[in-house]
C-alpha cells in the first residue's frame, strides 16, 4: 500500500472520529438544555416563583416590570380570579420563637386620639405608606417601607437600618425592635397576582409571622386604598374591581387571624368608590391632604383589647368576637 495513501486514510479515519463525536456531545448539550428547560419551567409556573414587587409575580406598571398584557385573565374581565392547581408555596421568615395561639376581643375607643399615640407605634407597606410618611402631618412616624415591598419581599428586601449601620428585612428588624402598635399596609402591588388564594395564604403568612415576632403588639390592617376612576378604567391591574375584591381577602384574613381589620379606603374614597381626581397625581398615591384624611381616620379609630383567650380558635368563633365597627366597614366597600 503506498504511504500517502495509508496517510490519507488515517486523516480520514480521525476526521469521521472528530466528527462523530462533535455530533454526540451537540446531541448530548440538546437533550441537557431541554430537560433543565422543562424543569425550571414547571418551578415558574407553579406560584410566585421568583417574581415580587409591584404587581408580584406578574408584573408591574408603577415601577417598570412587565406588561400588564401578560396578566390579564383568559376571559379578559377584570377582577376574575384564575384557577390553579392547589399549591403552597411561602417565602422564608419563621419566627425564631413559637407563642400560644392568642384570640383577643378588641373595644373600639370612643374618643379621637393626638399623634402622641403613635409614638410607639410602627407602620409597614410600600410606597403608599412612604407617602403617607412623607406627606401627612404626622411627625413622630417610625415607618419600615419602600416602593414595591411586597408581602413577599418583606422577607427578602434588606431596607431597614439598624442603630449599628446593619441594613436588614422587615422580619429581621422585627425580631429585634418592639413596638406597642403596628399598622400593616399591603396590596396594591400585588393587584396583578392571578390567584386569591396564593395571595390569601401569604398574607394570612405575613400577619401571623408579625404576631408572632411582636406578641404584645395591636396589630392593625390598612385596606388597599382605591385607585382613580380614570386610571381603573383603563388599567388592567390597577383597578377598582381588583382594589374591592383584594380587600374582601384582607378583611377575611383579619378575622382569621384575629386582627383589627381597618377600612381606611372609606376616608378618602369619593361617592363612587374611587380615589378623588384631586387627590393623587398618578391615580394611586394619596398628597397631602388626603394622607392627613388618612391620618384622620386612624386617630378616629383605635382600639384596646378588652379580653385575651389562649388556644385555638375557629373562623367562626373568631368572626363572632370581630366588632360592630368592622361589621360596618365591610358595608362601605
Known amino acids: 500500500m503506498p504511504l500517502n495513501y495509508r496517510r490519507n486514510y488515517k486523516t480520514m479515519m480521525l476526521k469521521r472520529r472528530i466528527i462523530t463525536i462533535s455530533v454526540v456531545a451537540v446531541l448530548f448539550l440538546l437533550i441537557s438544555g431541554t430537560i433543565i428547560y422543562m424543569r425550571s419551567g414547571g418551578r415558574n409556573a407553579s406560584g410566585i ?39 403552597h408555596l411561602y417565602t422564608i421568615g419563621i419566627a425564631k420563637m413559637p407563642v400560644p395561639d392568642v384570640n383577643r376581643e378588641y373595644t373600639k375607643t370612643k374618643k379621637t386620639v393626638d399623634d402622641s399615640y403613635f409614638d410607639d407605634a410602627l407602620f409597614i407597606g410600600d410606597s403608599r405608606t412612604e407617602g403617607f410618611m412623607m406627606y401627612s402631618s404626622l411627625k413622630n412616624i417610625n415607618a419600615y417601607c419602600s416602593k414595591g415591598l411586597s408581602i413577599t419581599k418583606i422577607y427578602e428586601d434588606a431596607i431597614v437600618t439598624m442603630e449599628d449601620g446593619r441594613t436588614v428585612t422587615v422580619m429581621e428588624a422585627l425580631q429585634e425592635q418592639s413596638y406597642a402598635k403596628i ?49 381603573s378604567a383603563t388599567d388592567d391591574i390597577y383597578n377598582n374591581t381588583n382594589v374591592y ?8 384574613v383579619c378575622k382569621d387571624q384575629n386582627v383589627i381589620y381597618l377600612d381606611v379606603a372609606s376616608s378618602v374614597a369619593d361617592e363612587t368608590g374611587a380615589l378623588p381626581a384631586d387627590a393623587s397625581t398618578d391615580g394611586i398615591h394619596c398628597n397631602g391632604v388626603y394622607c392627613d384624611k388618612w391620618l384622620d381616620y386612624l386617630k378616629a379609630n383605635t382600639y384596646t383589647v378588652s379580653a385575651v383567650k389562649v388556644g385555638t380558635v375557629s373562623s367562626e368563633e373568631s368572626n363572632s368576637e370581630v366588632t360592630d365597627t368592622e361589621e360596618a366597614n365591610s358595608e362601605e366597600i
Open 49 to 87: 416563583g421568583g417574581h415580587s414587587g409591584d404587581g408580584a409575580s406578574v408584573g408591574n406598571k408603577e415601577t417598570g416590570g412587565n406588561s400588564a398584557k401578560d396578566v390579564t385573565p383568559a376571559s379578559g374581565k377584570h377582577g376574575l380570579a384564575l384557577k390553579r392547581p392547589m399549591t
Open 183 to 231: 399598622y400593616i399596609m399591603f396590596g396594591v402591588n400585588e393587584l396583578g397576582w392571578p390567584y386569591d388564594d396564593l395571595f390569601e395564604e401569604q398574607y394570612a403568612k405575613v400577619v401571623y409571622d408579625i404576631k408572632q415576632l411582636q406578641p404584645d403588639a395591636l396589630i392593625y390592617v390598612e385596606n388597599i386604598i382605591p385607585i382613580s376612576a380614570e386610571r
Open 245 to 252: 375584591r383584594f380587600n374582601a381577602i384582607i378583611e377575611k
